[in-house]
C-alpha cells in the first residue's frame, strides 16, 4: 500500500496496512510539513475517536518514506504553523543549537526557502528517530516526543477535531501551557518560558495560546487528558521540559487531577 497525503492520511493508511493480511508493505509519501517532520516517521499508525486521539492504533514500520519539499509549495500559512509547530519541539527537547537556529530561521521556514526547509526537516527526523530507535513501542524514552501533546491532544479532542484547530497549533498551544507547569513544579527556569515566549512572539505564533492566558480555559482542558494515552493509572503522565534542549525523564512526571488543577492556578504568577 501507498499512502500519499498528510498526517491523517498516512496515519490512517498506515493503520490499514497493518492490520490487512496481519501486515502488508507500506509506503509514505507525505505531502505536508507536518507529516514530514513527525507523523510519516516512528512507525505509529492510528484512528481517531470521540475518547481520545491516537486510542485505536499499532505500531508499524514503513517501508519506504519518500519525502519532497514541492509539495509543500501549495500549504497554506496556518498548515506550516502546524508542520513547525513539532520542528519547533523537537528543538525544546533534545537540541538548544537546533533551537538558536531556529531563532534566526524559522522566517525562512515560513517563506518556504529551500535550503532551510530542507535543513529543518532532515534536522526533525534525525531527532524523532534518535528517540524512536532506542525504544520503538513507546515505553519510556520515546515519550519525550509526546511534550506538549498531554494539551494538545485534549485541546483536539475538547474541539471534536475540528479544523479551526490544527494539530500544531494545540501543540503550540500545549507546549506553553506544559512549560507553565513546569515552571510551577519548578523543573525549568523562568528563562527557559521566556526563551519560548520569544519565539512565539517572533513568528506571530501566540495567538495560538492567547485563549489560556485564562486559567479557566487551561481547567476547561483537564477532563480531557485523562485518557492520554501515556497514562497507565488514575495520574497524568506529564512529559515536562527542565530547560532548552532537555526535558525530564519520562514517567517522572504524574501528576493526580486534584495536584493539575492547583498548579494551574498558579499559572497567573507567571
Not at 2 to 14: E, H, K, L, R, Y
Not at 44 to 48: D, M, P, R
Not at 144 to 150: E, R
Given at each position: 500500500m501507498?499512502?500519499?497525503?498528510?498526517?491523517?492520511?498516512?496515519?490512517?493508511?498506515?493503520?490499514?496496512?497493518?492490520i490487512f493480511k496481519r501486515g502488508?508493505?507500506?509506503i509514505s509519501i507525505p505531502t505536508t510539513l507536518l507529516a514530514q517532520v513527525d507523523a510519516a516517521i516512528g512507525g505509529?499508525?492510528?484512528?481517531?475517536t470521540k475518547q481520545g486521539k491516537n486510542l485505536i492504533g499499532t505500531f508499524s514500520q514503513p517501508r519506504l518514506v519518500i519525502s519532497d519539499t514541492s509539495f509543500l509549495k501549495s500549504l497554506s500559512k496556518k498548515e506550516m504553523v502546524?508542520?513547525?509547530a513539532e520542528i519547533l519541539k523537537h528543538a525544546l527537547i533534545k537540541d538548544n543549537k537546533f533551537f538558536n537556529w531556529l531563532k534566526l530561521n524559522s522566517k525562512h521556514i515560513f517563506l518556504k526557502n529551500q535550503k532551510k526547509l530542507i535543513y529543518a526537516i532532515k534536522k526533525s527526523c534525525e531527532i524523532k528517530l534518535f528517540f524512536v530507535n532506542k525504544d520503538v513501542n513507546e515505553k519510556n524514552l520515546r515519550m519525550?516526543?509526546?511534550?506538549?501533546?498531554?494539551f494538545a491532544h485534549a485541546i483536539e479532542v475538547k474541539n471534536n477535531y475540528s479544523k479551526n484547530v490544527t494539530h500544531g497549533?494545540?501543540?503550540l498551544s500545549g507546549m506553553m501551557i506544559e512549560t507553565k507547569l513546569s515552571l510551577v513544579k519548578k523543573i525549568c527556569t523562568l528563562k527557559t518560558l521566556k526563551d519560548l515566549e520569544k519565539i512565539y512572539n517572533q513568528n506571530n505564533l501566540f495567538y495560538t495560546f492567547e485563549k489560556y492566558l485564562?486559567?479557566?480555559?487551561?481547567?476547561?482542558?483537564?477532563p480531557y487528558v485523562k485518557n492520554d494515552k501515556k497514562n497507565?493509572?488514575?495520574?497524568?503522565n506529564f512529559i515536562l521540559i527542565r530547560k532548552i534542549g532537555k526535558t525530564a525523564p519520562p514517567n517522572k512526571n504524574k501528576i493526580t487531577i486534584i495536584q493539575l488543577k492547583k498548579y494551574i492556578s498558579n499559572f497567573n504568577k507567571y
Open positions: 501507498i499512502g500519499i497525503g498528510g498526517g491523517i492520511t498516512g496515519d490512517v493508511s498506515a493503520f490499514a496496512a497493518s502488508i508493505n507500506f505509529k499508525t492510528g484512528v481517531n502546524c508542520g513547525y519525550t516526543l509526546n511534550f506538549g501533546h498531554t497549533e494545540a501543540v485564562n486559567i479557566k480555559n487551561i481547567k476547561k482542558l483537564v497507565d493509572d488514575e495520574k497524568i
